[in-house]
């Protein structure tokens, strides 16, 4: 069901995305050759100095954000296991780094899209962005793949 802004999101309709959100995660992370991934609900704020790449489902009522959050050196680490770039002898470019964390939130959150409501318009991702608002966040989770800690911020507008 698509997320309206009166009633946008209550409980079930929260725990429905955040679910979806961290199962796609796992599936993504499996499809990508991540040997291990953890996801925990976040109990701290996320920093507003991380690096974020971010997607949007869109219908004409509402928006659903997806951004993720990490340090530069996990998301160099993550885009090398993706893309099997060896870490003892080749550099990886902001493009590469970029063009990875925009796929990882592409296939999440086309799964969710697939998932909870297939008439939603996928959008592009967005990278760099400012985390302007993280208090407004409606769920946060924390995803450990391998060694590297990545941040999932779901938002609702």
């Given at each position: 069901m698509p997320?309206?802004?009166?009633?946008?999101?209550?409980?079930?309709?929260?725990?429905?995305?955040?679910?979806?959100?961290?199962?796609m995660m796992r599936e993504t992370a499996n499809i990508l050759g991540f040997e291990h991934c953890e996801i925990v609900p976040a109990t701290t704020e996320v920093p507003a100095d991380l690096p974020c790449t971010r997607i949007a489902l869109t219908n004409e009522r509402s928006s659903v954000q997806l951004d993720l959050h990490s340090r530069p050196d996990a998301r160099q680490n993550v885009a090398r296991t993706m893309l099997e770039i060896d870490p003892e002898e080749d550099d990886i470019s902001t493009d590469d780094v970029n063009d990875?964390?925009?796929?990882?939130?592409?296939?999440?959150?086309?799964?969710?899209?697939?998932?909870?409501?297939?008439?939603?318009?996928?959008?592009?991702?967005?990278?760099?962005?400012?985390?302007?608002?993280?208090?407004?966040?409606?769920?946060?989770?924390?995803?450990?793949?391998?060694?590297?800690?990545?941040?999932?911020?779901?938002?609702?507008?």
């Open positions: 997320p309206t802004q009166s009633s946008f999101p209550n409980a079930d309709e929260l725990e429905r995305w955040t679910n979806s959100v961290a199962r990875a964390m925009g796929e990882i939130v592409n296939i999440v959150f086309g799964g969710v899209k697939g998932e909870l409501d297939p008439t939603m318009q996928l959008g592009f991702p967005e990278h760099n962005v400012v985390a302007d608002d993280l208090r407004s966040s409606t769920s946060t989770l924390r995803v450990r793949v391998d060694e590297d800690e990545l941040v999932l911020v779901l938002r609702f507008s």
